[in-house]
């Protein structure tokens, strides 16, 4: 049972089967290649993006089992980027227990991310998906790609601006949130139009999600956030909470401890209050009720069925965690 | 045009047209990020798998613009890997340039690395491939990952006997090269047997390249490899060579060194040494023997054809370079 999903028991019980699926397409004679994936899949977080896609076909009609099936490969496109994304932050932790870079070495995370990627294209493969399945996902995958290539590139620079920010995070959270939409949708075999405004309702649910992540990082501790704090700040990566004061920092207080090149302690925690002082969060948290508000009409624009109400009910606890 | 193809004027044109899509789908706003791919696409090495897939599929009749899509394919997965690999073994080279993760940083290459799997998959939904050809590709990359994960997880291990080294490079290795001649001989609409047999022959092919490869760690030097020489050895890859070496090592000599915890250069000299007194190259030399055997076998069993005289004198070319 999927705590976040208690309210929604056939929607948990849905996604316990999609666990299963994963937990089989990882299964190997070789125990230690099994057991590593298996406390990020038992501990499997939301399964949002699966969940959405469950949702999303509900507004049509379909096989339960291809369904599931494609509801699985989504949730490893999404479970492969976190094992690359643990490498990159050198992250310890994931979800409470040791990541796989940790524990078993980024080498072989490098590997056990490759294979959940293509694990998805193989179970895409073993039904006869429309082509337009999987180049959707394809194309989400390589937008996830250039979003987190584009933030690496732009760490520990002034250049992320705005604009760029907001093409960064589109890319590396949106366009899956998107896709699980879309995917499910056309899975329904839905209208187009129908498959647009589910697709737009991913994209933003995605867009203000992330925002909010980013800016939790300026606002939250330790504990809370299942991460350690501003680590986004000690490896350069400037999300909106800096862009934004950087605007107010006439006096470059902000800007020469940012043109350090390691941070410290003391410099972290007068980074975080520079950003509080030069309005950082607020006007962050502007942005991301932006996208929520426009999540929300989209939502209202649905056909009125369950599967809309539940949507509406997760979003809101989904992206009201902060306002 | 493609050196080791000279004196293929024809396969050479058609992997420049390779080259060319390959290039195009790397092309993106983000000049950077199209950069870091050219110095490794264009020294494309000798681009084997795509050649040999071009090779096979002229047994059948097939659409040319499918076939370089897919050969692109191919070749995109591979480059995949090598971006990879390098992560894995710190390599500072990469065919005589910079390596990407050396040049732009481990975690980028991370990144490109994916970007390229996935671009594979998008080349692929372009057609509309038999699924078995997406089904084929992933199963390989799937059998790639398990191959390098294997092979990591048993380094610094004396746990790596023959009947483990021959399922490593079965997956890291030959999986690809039989794809290639499965997938070209697919497309170009083979019967069965004809594609078993191609299939065999880029088996039996990749297994003798593996293993001429890992013997040539103990007998060449590093201008000649191009990679530093003994690499694996130093990174606790126990490949063929010290096998067998070990069978003889009654004395546990090299068993010893090995136990170190790290390797000096007169540790690493003699263990080129012993591996040389324990005839571990002599028998590793067997073994690659036995392959390139079969592979000709298989190879005078295809249809008498310009494309077997090919495929012929190639794998000559490409086995023989050490007995």
Not at 127 to 130: A, I, T
């Given at each position: 049972m999927n705590k976040f999903w208690r309210d929604c028991p056939e929607i948990s019980r849905e996604l316990d089967i999609v666990k299963n699926i994963i937990k089989k397409s990882v299964s190997s004679s070789e125990k230690y290649f099994e057991e590593s994936f298996l406390p990020l899949i038992e501990d499997g977080?939301?399964?949002l993006r699966p969940a959405f896609l469950l949702l999303s076909a509900r507004f049509g009609q379909c096989n339960q089992e291809r369904l599931y099936d494609l509801a699985a490969s989504v949730e490893m496109v999404h479970l492969a980027t976190l094992i690359h994304d643990d490498i990159i932050d050198n992250s310890k932790l994931r979800r409470g227990c040791e990541s796989i870079q940790s524990k078993y070495g980024k080498e072989y995370a490098v590997y056990a991310g490759d294979f959940l990627f293509c694990k998805c294209f193989s179970m895409l493969s073993q039904?006869?998906?429309?082509t337009e399945n999987l180049r959707d996902i394809s194309r989400a995958i390589n937008r996830i790609c250039m979003g987190e290539i584009k933030q690496y590139h732009f760490r520990?620079?002034?250049?992320?601006?705005l604009r760029r920010y907001i093409k960064i995070i589109s890319g590396k959270t949106a366009a899956l949130f998107a896709l699980s939409f879309i995917a499910g949708a056309k899975e329904g075999n839905c209208d187009e139009e129908l498959v647009k405004l589910l697709g737009r309702i991913g994209y933003n649910i995605g867009m203000a999600f992330q925002c909010i992540d980013d800016l939790l990082d300026y606002v939250g501790n330790e504990n809370e956030l299942g991460k350690s704090a501003q680590s986004d700040l000690k490896q350069g990566y400037y999300t909106l909470p800096i862009i934004f004061a950087l605007e107010e920092d006439k006096d470059k207080e902000l800007s020469n401890i940012l043109d350090k090149s390691t941070f410290n302690d003391g410099d972290i925690k007068k980074i975080v209050s520079l950003v509080k002082k030069y309005n950082g969060i607020e006007k962050s948290m502007k942005v991301a009720e932006r996208y929520t508000k426009k999540a929300f009409e989209n939502i209202d624009n649905l056909p009125k069925c369950e599967s809309q109400y539940i949507i509406k009910s997760v979003v809101e606890k989904l992206l009201n965690r902060t306002f």
């Open positions: 977080g939301k399964m039904h006869d998906y429309k520990y620079t002034r250049k992320v601006n």
